[in-house]
């Protein structure tokens, strides 16, 4: 008899201990995370904070998602997901349409912008004024012949000599051995797959260039809606985030193994070499992973709508906030 009771009560114990845990599951709450292009190493902390349990410490069921092309602020800003990944200027340019989108920055990936225009070494581009009589390419974005116009005009040069390509540009390696003579790229991932092709380049950080563009790039975004009727959920991703993103600057070589995991298409050479050198650029001189400061948004801001890449003035304070972010 009390073997038999003590069957039934393991038999309790195991159904309750599963009741638990269905329950535990149950009130997990489910987000979506848009990405803003294919997985890379600008996302690697978010795919530690899945692999490591970030975010089911926070009670978070996480889904990472790529999206559809250029529509990762429209469905953010309909709440039609959580959060996504975008960028200061992509942020800027919605709220300042003519249909505003509700979106808000509510942390920045990277702390200094690590763009630039970028060319072999053969083509002899040392300066902007070296882009007379050259070719660019690009995705034929306002903001790259913005980019380009300002920096030839600041140093001086003619931009009325640039010949703008965008329809036989692939990616920076083998356009610029084809069809152009120089690009704007995020050195962090293209300046690194050159190096990885013994391509030797010449390359222009754009703050370099005007320190007005030295803008954050990519950042994490939700909606205002989020914001307001979700903190907590807000507040509780950010934390498992910035987990992730802290553990990629301590420990680069492990961490880029989330990301290969996630996207074993990726060339396991170049996202090494460029997690190692994002792990310097993550935080860099900021107190804490994610901050943003506001005369980044002003200024930056005020470079858009003065070149005409935005077609009203940024409320940059609205813009951004660094609430959510744990202390």
């Known amino acids: ?51 490591k349990g970030y975010f089911e410490e926070e009670g978070l069921e996480v889904d990472i998602i790529q999206p559809a092309e250029d529509t990762t602020l429209d469905v953010i800003g309909s709440d039609g997901a959580e959060f996504g990944i975008s960028f200061q200027e992509t942020v800027s340019a919605a709220r300042t349409a003519a249909r505003p989108l509700p979106v808000v920055a509510i942390a920045a990936v990277i702390q200094h912008n690590t763009s630039g225009f970028a060319a072999p070494v053969s083509k002899n581009i040392k300066t902007p004024k070296d882009f007379e009589g050259k070719k660019y390419g690009g995705w034929g974005t306002p903001i790259e012949e913005g980019f380009v116009r300002n920096a030839m005009e600041r140093a001086g040069a003619d931009s009325s000599k640039v010949t703008f390509i965008t329809d036989s540009f692939t990616d920076f390696v083998s356009s610029v051995q084809r069809d152009i003579d120089f690009s704007w790229i995020y050195y962090g991932w293209a300046g690194i797959a050159a190096e990885e092709e013994g391509l030797e380049i010449d390359f222009l950080k754009l703050q370099d260039l005007n320190p007005d563009l030295d803008f954050y790039t990519p950042v994490i975004v939700t909606s205002e809606n989020m914001t ?55 935080r860099a001189d900021a107190t804490r992973w994610g901050e943003m400061k506001q005369e980044v948004w002003d200024d930056f801001g005020g470079f858009l709508f003065e070149n005409n890449i935005i077609e009203n003035e940024l409320d940059a304070a609205s813009a951004f906030t660094n609430e959510f972010l744990p202390q």
């Open 1 to 51: 008899m009390k073997k038999i009771l003590a069957i039934v009560s393991a038999a309790v114990l195991m159904v309750s201990g599963c009741g638990q845990g269905a329950v535990r599951e149950s009130e997990k709450t489910k987000v979506t995370v848009i990405l803003d292009w294919v997985p890379n190493t600008n996302h690697t902390g978010l795919y530690v904070a899945q692999d």
């Open 228 to 282: 307001k009727e979700n903190p907590e959920t807000v507040k509780k991703f950010l934390r498992a985030v910035s987990k992730g993103y802290s553990d990629c600057i301590d420990d680069p070589e492990g961490s880029v193994q989330s990301l290969l995991k996630h996207a074993p298409e990726t060339d396991a050479d170049i996202a090494l070499k460029s997690q190692k050198y994002l792990a310097d650029e993550y």
